[in-house]
């Protein structure tokens, strides 16, 4: 008994995290409580006080956090929603804090209970990244290219291949576990086909879309009753949308994005132009409005795509992946963020049930990987299904029926503020998609896909 308990509580030695960014700062924190070092390397020269740097060129564009996601962060970082408040983030009602455009109409103004808080990727970063390098045992390694995975025992990853500050000497470092959290230019595929193993082709979907966003100030004049405004895109008709988010320090932040050939413009007349193009003038307004703007970004998705590491049946042991470098969504649905805070949940709840078990590392990482296809199969699907639909060549009947479903929920959840609700819970992660199937909503999606009867006009 007393033996139990001692190894439930001992921490294992060493873990490396590929990668500083926001899933390798989320990792961070859970691996510090069960590893007595956790070593971060990062590429890109970082200090406590980065936030966006450059190899995280999506971080100048608007990132909304889910409420789940929001939830998961809050958890393990006790206290971020009310600092981040501090500076300015709003947190409000995702029902009644947006002004949103959805392909039938202006959604209800109406109380979801899904509270949401809208601010900066770089105030996010910077606030987590300062958060983790003050956990005891967690180190940060700027400059630091990582560029293969060591293996001294055969099917086990034992240490990470990196050259450091920009010289030419590769070397190693030794660990217990090493996870990959290098995003979306993970080069993790090719590292284990050097070392041997067969890695299965990624699952892709295009969806070209470009983003282009300014940061700028909020205006007394700005109506104080939204903190966001948006205008989703939906196939074939509305290839145009945007988002502007209420952000920390008195500023706006909006993306506008295109699909295929609709691509926002980064000179200034061109972008209002292009805000004004869209149908929700609560957006187009915010932007008119500013006195004083940051620098534009651009930034350019072409496809989402997922590593089926899950399916390798011989991914190596003390090996995870997390984060983009799994799974890269189209940013239009939101979903990165929330995604890699469930995963790092997992790992929380993985690493403990072993220790709590006096059980060793070996055997995790495959049932880790298996739960990480778990997370993403959904939120995978709801966005793949609709990015699908853009391609007339490329419409599987799920999509296709998904998509006529879609449709015809926005025009019932226009008027009916309970299924807007479920809506909003359910793209927030709160709730499963099987909610917008439930028998009252179904009947009503259904009673309003039925064809109407035509009632032939009375003779006057
Ligand atoms: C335009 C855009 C808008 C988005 N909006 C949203 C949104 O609204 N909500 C949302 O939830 N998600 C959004 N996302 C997705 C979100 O940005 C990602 O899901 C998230 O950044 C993933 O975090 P990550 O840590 O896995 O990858 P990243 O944030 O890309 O971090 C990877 C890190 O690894 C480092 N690295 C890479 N290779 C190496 C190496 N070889 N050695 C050492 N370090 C390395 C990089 O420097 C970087 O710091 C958006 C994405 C885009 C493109």
Known sequence: ???????????????????????????????????????????????????????????????????????VLEKYFPGLRGELQGAGAPVFDYGEGI??????????????????????????????????????????????????????????????KYRADGKPELLCMDADLVVDASGRSSALAAWLNELGQTVPAKRVVKAKITYTTMNFDRSPEDPPEFHVAKQMTFAPHIPRGGVVLAVENDRWTCSLFGYGDEVPPTDDDGYVDFAKSLGNPDLAGRLERRTHQERVYRYINVNSQWSLYHTMKDWPERLLAVGDAV?????????????????????????????????????????????????????????????????PHQRPLAARFAHWYNRHLFEVAVRDPRVWTRFVRV???????????????????IRQAAPRRHTPPTPE
């Open 327 to 391: 799974c890269t969504f189209n940013p239009v649905h939101g979903q990165g963020l929330t995604v890699a805070a469930l995963e790092a949940d997992l790992l929380h709840r993985t690493l403990l049930q072993r220790r709590m078990h006096g059980a060793g590392l070996d055997g995790v990482s495959r049932n880790f990987q298996r739960g990480v296809a778990r997370t993403v199969l959904a939120p995978w699907t709801l966005s793949s299904n609709s990015d699908l639909m853009w391609d």
């Open 99 to 160: 002004s949103f455009l959805t392909p039938a109409g202006f959604a209800p103004r109406c109380r979801t209970g899904v509270r949401i808080q809208s601010f900066t990727r770089d105030e996010l970063e910077r606030n987590l990244r300062r958060k983790v390098l003050k956990l005891p045992g967690v180190s940060l390694h700027p400059a630091t290219h990582c560029e293969g995975l060591s293996m001294r025992r055969p099917g086990t990853v034992t240490g990470v």
């Open 1 to 71: 008994m007393e033996n139990r308990r001692r190894r439930a509580t001992d921490r294992w030695g060493k873990a490396i995290i590929i990668g500083g960014g926001y899933a390798g700062l989320v990792t961070a924190r859970i691996l510090a409580d069960h590893f007595r070092e956790v070593a971060i390397l990062e590429r890109d020269l970082v200090t406590e006080e980065t936030g966006v740097h450059p190899h995280v060129p999506q971080g100048y564009h608007a990132h909304a956090m889910l409420a789940k996601g929001a939830e």
């Open 427 to 445: 793209i927030n992660m709160v709730a499963p998609p099987t909610a917008l199937f439930h028998p009252t909503v179904l009947t009503k999606v």
